[in-house]
T-cell receptor, first 114, second 110 residues
Framework: DAGITQSPRHKVTETGTPVTLRCHQT?????MYWYRQDPGHGLRLIHY???????DKGEVSDGYSVSRSKTEDFLLTLESATSSQTSVYFC?????????????FGSGTRLTVV | SQQGEEDPQALSIQEGENATMNCSYK?????LQWYRQNSGRGLVHLIL?????REKHSGRLRVTLDTSKKSSSLLITASRAADTASYFC??????????FGDGTTLTVKP
């Protein structure tokens, strides 16, 4: 999607290995989010960021960490991947300070932990 | 826990008919958003309605919000095969952290 890219698009990794997913935006938006989507379900918030070096946990943050050293990049790390973390991961950005803006989503990263 | 819940879970209609999806939520909100997701793709923002608004239109889309009932509806008029997708509502009750429902899968038959 325009202005936001995720990498990699697909990844297969082994249980116990660390994995980092990258979200890059060119919109200069303040807010960035990581969600996971599991089959037949909506999205669940993992972590979000409201500025450089400012991050906070979402509802399913256990086993995940994030970093945001630049406005344009938001990294999600699975510290020690488990099979329960097999999912599709979406990054989203939101502009403005009023929170009355919709999200723009990336195309997703399909992660398989074997 | 899910804040928004869509109803029905699945909806199948003929092209040209209207499609109505509903979303219910539990706590007070700042705004409610609707998104579309085509199979294997990311979500696309359709429309946002603020808590002090009752109805919004965008093309063939009409969204209503009833804060007294904690519910919203999305109406797609004159549906097309290209409207086949999953539709999600999301509620912002906590400073920009939106919570998504499980979605309604819409199938529009040509």
């Amino acid at each position: 999607d325009a202005g936001i890219t995720q990498s990699p698009r697909h990844k297969v990794t082994e249980t116990g290995t660390p994995v980092t997913l990258r979200c890059h935006q060119t919109e200069n938006h303040r807010y960035m989010y990581w969600y996971r989507q599991d089959p037949g379900h909506g999205l669940r918030l993992i972590h979000y960021s409201y500025g450089v070096k400012d991050t906070d946990k979402g509802e399913v943050s256990d086993g995940y960490s994030v970093s945001r050293s630049k406005t344009e990049d938001f990294l999600l790390t699975l510290e020690s991947a488990t099979s329960s973390q097999t999912s599709v991961y979406f990054c989203a950005i939101s502009g403005g300070d009023s929170h009355n803006y919709g999200y723009t989503f990336g195309s997703g990263t399909r992660l398989t932990v074997v | 826990s899910q804040q928004g819940e869509e109803d029905p879970q699945a909806l199948s209609i003929q092209e040209g008919e209207n499609a109505t999806m509903n979303c219910s939520y539990k706590t007070s909100i700042n705004n409610l958003q609707w998104y579309r997701q085509n199979s294997g793709r990311g979500l696309v923002h359709l429309i946002l309605i603020r808590s002090n608004e009752r109805e919004k239109h965008s093309g063939r889309l009409r969204v209503t919000l009833d804060t007294s009932k904690k519910s919203s509806s999305l109406l797609i008029t004159a549906s097309r095969a290209a409207d086949t997708a999953s539709y999600f509502c999301a509620t912002d009750a906590n400073a920009g952290k939106s919570t998504f429902g499980d979605g309604t899968t819409l199938t529009v038959k040509p």
